[in-house]
């Protein structure tokens, strides 16, 4: 890096001062907050506690430690903003200058102080959320204007906020808002937060207080105000939950100012449910009645369903309940308002699956998590027909779908029967659902699918076998659902073929999205089959992905496409560039067994989003060709791709590229320029690359600094690699080449300065003085160390004449050590006329000498130094520090020859990263280990011939 004259001024007065900013490029760059655009979102990092909600971008997530300086890295344009501080204090008017924020988050466990009008210049702001503390409650000083100015607020969550030292006319400046979350406030009965309600708060509808350690419900006045319980402001709330409230004593009339709430979430722990009606509450849309899982509340069915037909309820839940019987006689007393049941973790006595004909009306029946073996529903109800639209079975015990099981549920359109232990689907066993629309077979240990297994499900949309080990998949399979839109099946085993045509018989037309495990291996045929209508996203997963139809209109629907494999081939060629439509691209493979050229990834011009993961670019991949042509990609991902190196030629074609991640285990390195030729890049994100610790790099740290349009992220969490050692790339940056050339740079230019100064006062006052006393100091050392100097020069010179120890040193890297001792030795200093003397580090090297001693003495003891060089030799330090040597060497003495042998192909394009060895092959002839066997006699004996100088053109 260089340094300008008016840089040395700035860094002489820098350290003038005390070096009091020799920091100044670390926290530059070390960034406080990210900026992500919604399309762009995915593959931005995540940061804790931070929800994004679609539409509402661009996000951004901050980590400061300032309020006033760290935001001003914030945008004007910023609509939704997430903070993750140690803040202590959120003053009046923090966030005026950023007046188009519409979503605010605050995570702060270390606040203590909100002031008036902390959140004032917000006047499109819709969604606060403050999270104290995510475990207890804790009081902090929050002014009783902290969120005046918020009067288009339409929801505030609060979490970890102890409300009883907080003033109670602190929501009054929140006229708009909608929905009201409360969590962990320490309250002990609900009417507390109801004091906390203004009138002006008219438009309230939704109000949730969440595990706060509420256990009573009671009517009183309201401390401080001249209002009374019950607030007028409740009256309008629709959707009161209160989950995580062991709620024991409900007071009498106590809810009466709630007539018409449309769902009511509670989690009761009273000794009856008669305090519930008598609490004055009026009628419930949708009543959930929670127990706890260590003890759950007990109650008689009748009871509850006494409870919604009083209620007038169209949807109960219970879960954590234990009761004692479940029938239609009792469901029949649920009223005929109750049109839908979810029953999770109940614990039944008696349960007669004929229950449900208690109630004709009923449309939605969820029954998950239960322990149910078996699902009789349609056994001896004497013909009876539900009006079921939905019914859950999930989380159950369940083992078979006997024939008709579902025959008496004509209406049914949802069944989800995820996660049981289903082995069989026996014949007929969804005969009559001609409705069924969406249908969940998932994480079971269905092993066989048949033709007859979904034939009549002919309305069928969604269709989920996935997590199920299949072993034989039947022709015609899915042949009748030609109104299939999602599909997932596998994982298959031992289904070594899988004709696509024939199981769909053609190809769903519909089709949006389809999902094959295939476990280790498949080989596809998809026949003759038409085109679908619309476009799809595929999801292949397997070791051995083989394609025997490459060339197909199914193919060109694709948009989207995720494959975790290692083989993803078409007639053994890569199966990619066979999907011309692509827009993205996701690409999982296990490198270590991949042997296949990634490059035709190039051919999918309409690539938007790359995605590669673990693919091998080293020995198979023209790595400067994958990313040619791609003009319309916007986000590109590299996870362990072994790559070496990432330059502007391979990056040229990307000229729409917006966000690029880098993630690797190996040494990666970016060539300077490597980012001028992305125009529109607006994110550059490092998970992981270890540098150099060379100031080499540092136009990284110059670009990162100086770049206003793009967020260089992360930075400041990579290592460079220093003597085998990782250490913080910033922080060792800085010191090598920030701080010292500053130092170097303030004495420089005060050295000159001194010695401008005393030679003018010199020559002003003592130019004559000056030359006497020089002329006697010269004379003086000629006769004190002339003679010596001569002798020494004389014994030097009859030195270098005589025979050097060795004819040629060298230099390999340690792979390479069996074939120089097996092949280069033997025939060079056993073999042929002259025999040869060759210098061998792991032979020859004085045991108990340092290393460098070593190296040097032998170089300078041998002819000539002969290099071996492999991709292995460039990475090796210790090869690097002996050509290092040997250059220099032969800088010193023309004599000295410095011979280069190739032993593997490496292209320029390679090369062009060490720069010392490419100068040297520019200028210099070198030899190549010839991969023909016949021609390896004429390269030992040229090699001879040019190490004993008798063959003067090699070299």
């Known amino acids: 890096m260089g340094v300008t004259d008016s840089n040395c001024l700035s860094f002489w007065w820098r350290f003038a001062l005390g070096l009091s900013l020799s920091n100044v490029v670390f926290t530059l760059i070390t960034k406080h907050c990210i900026t992500s655009e919604e399309h762009l979102l995915r593959d931005m990092p995540r940061t804790p506690y931070c929800n994004h909600r679609p539409g509402r971008g661009p996000y951004t997530d901050c980590n400061i430690k300032d309020l006033r300086t760290d935001l001003s890295e914030v945008g004007l344009e910023v609509r939704s903003l997430c903070i993750f501080s140690d803040i202590a204090s959120i003053p009046a008017n923090a966030f005026s200058h950023l007046p188009s924020l519409e979503v605010l988050q605050i995570v702060g466990e270390s606040l203590e102080n909100v002031q008036s009008g902390a959140f004032s210049g917000l006047p499109n702001l819709k969604y606060l959320r403050l999270l104290i503390s995510d475990q207890i409650c804790r009081s902090i000083a929050m002014e009783s204007l902290a969120f005046a100015g918020l009067t288009n607020l339409e929801e505030l969550t609060l979490e970890g906020l102890n409300l009883a030292n907080v003033s109670i006319n602190i929501f009054d400046p929140l006229v708009s808002v909608i929905k009201l979350d409360i969590t962990r406030t320490c309250s002990l009965d609900l009417s507390d937060i109801f004091c906390y309600l203004p009138v002006g708060m008219s438009h309230l509808k939704d109000l949730n207080v969440i595990d706060s350690g509420i256990s009573t419900v009671e009517t009183k006045e309201c401390p401080g105000v001249s209002k009374t319980w019950p607030v007028p402001v409740l009256s ?23 007539q018409n709430l449309s769902s009511l979430f509670l989690e009761f722990a009273g000794e009856s449910l008669v305090s519930i009606w008598e609490s004055g509450i009026g009628m419930v849309g949708e009543l959930s009645l929670t127990g706890t899982p260590v003890k759950k509340y007990s109650t ?4 509850l369903c006494h409870l919604a037909s009083n ?291 190039n051919t999918l011009h309409r690539l938007k989003h790359l995605k590669l993961i673990d693919l091998n670019f080293l020995n198979y991949t023209e790595a400067g060709s994958v990313f040619r042509n791609l003009t319309q990609l916007q986000t590109l991902v590299l996870v362990n791709c072994h790559l070496s190196f990432l330059t502007e030629c391979m990056f040229k074609d990307l000229t729409s590229l917006q966000l690029l991640r880098l993630y690797s285990d190996s040494p990666l390195v970016l060539i300077d320029g490597v980012f001028e030729v992305l125009p529109a890049l607006t994110a550059f994100v490092l998970d992981r690359v270890d540098f150099q610790c060379s100031c080499e790099n540092g136009w990284i740290l110059d670009w990162a600094e100086s770049t206003e349009k793009v967020q260089v992220i992360y930075l400041q969490k990579q290592k460079c690699v220093w003597h085998y050692k990782k250490l913080n790339f910033l922080a060792t940056m800085e010191k090598l080449c920030q701080t010292d050339l500053q130092y170097i740079c303030y004495v420089a230019t005060a050295g000159s300065v001194c010695l401008l100064l005393s030679a003018a006062v010199g020559y002003r006052f003592a130019r004559w003085p000056s030359i006497v006393l020089f002329f006697r100091l010269r004379g003086w050392v000629e006769r004190r160390f002339g003679r010596q100097w001569h002798m020494r020069r004389r014994r030097r010179r009859v030195e270098e004449n005589q025979e050097m120890q060795y004819d040629a040193f060298v230099s390999f890297c340690s792979r390479d050590e069996a074939w120089v001792l097996g092949n280069m030795a033997p025939r060079l200093e056993e073999q042929g006329n002259p025999r040869l003397r060759l210098c061998l580090h792991n032979r020859d090297f004085e045991v108990g000498k340092d290393i460098m001693d070593n190296i040097t003495e032998s170089i300078y003891s041998s002819q000539c130094t002969v290099c071996l060089i492999s991709r292995l030799y460039l990475r090796s330090d210790w090869c690097s520090l002996e050509m290092r040597v040997a250059t220099h060497r032969q800088l010193e003495e023309e004599k000295h020859r410095l011979i280069l042998i190739f032993l593997e192909h490496i292209s320029p394009f390679e090369l062009s990263a060490f720069h010392r060895l490419a100068r040297l092959v520019r200028s210099r002839t070198y030899l190549d280990w010839p991969e023909d066997e016949a021609d390896r006699v004429h390269f030992w004996d040229r090699l001879r011939r040019n190490i004993a100088e008798e063959d003067t053109d090699a070299s």
């Open 236 to 258: 309008g709330i629709r959707n009161l939950y209160l989950i995580g409230n062991s709620i024991k004593i409900i007071q009498a009339n106590s809810l009466v100012v709630f």
């Open 311 to 601: 209620l007038h309820l169209r949807s109960l839940s219970l879960v954590f309940i234990s009761t004692d019987r479940l029938s239609a006689k009792h469901l029949k007393d649920c009223g005929t308002t109750l049109t839908k049941l979810f029953i999770s973790r109940l614990e039944v006595d008696y349960l007669d699956f004929s229950f449900w004909t208690g109630n004709t009306g009923m449309q939605v029946l969820h029954m998950t998590h239960m322990k149910l073996t078996e699902a009789p529903f349609c056994v001896a109800v004497n013909g009876s027909v539900s009006s079921l639209t939905s019914l859950d079975l999930t989380g159950n015990s369940i083992t078979y779908i006997a024939g008709d099981q579902f025959a008496c549920m004509p209406l049914l359109e949802e069944l989800f029967l995820s996660k049981n232990t289903i082995k069989t689907l026996q014949l007929n066993a969804f005969r009559g659902l001609h409705h069924l629309k969406i249908l969940k077979l998932d994480s079971n240990k269905i092993s066989q699918l048949t033709a007859k297994d979904f034939r009549t499900l002919q309305a069928l949309e969604v269709l989920l076998i996935d997590d199920n080990i299949i072993e034989t998949i039947e022709d015609g399979t899915f042949r009748d659902q030609r109104e299939l839109r999602e599909l997932s099946f596998g994982r298959l085993e031992y289904v070594y073929e899988l004709h696509l045509n024939k199981i769909f018989n053609g190809f769903p037309s519909k089709i949006q999205r389809l999902s094959i495990d295939a476990n280790y291996g498949t080989t596809f045929f998809l026949g003759s089959t038409p085109q679908p209508e619309g476009t799809f996203i595929l999801e292949l997963s397997g070791d051995r992905l083989d394609f025997v139809d490459c060339n197909t209109t199914v193919f060109t629907a694709v948009r989207e496409l995720k494959v975790n494999c290692t083989f993803f081939i078409c007639k053994n060629d890569f199966m990619a560039p066979y999907f011309p439509n692509l827009e993205s691209f996701e690409f999982l493979v296990e490198s270590e067994r991949a042997s296949l050229s990634y490059t035709k990834i």
């Open 300 to 303: 008689n069915f009748k009871d």
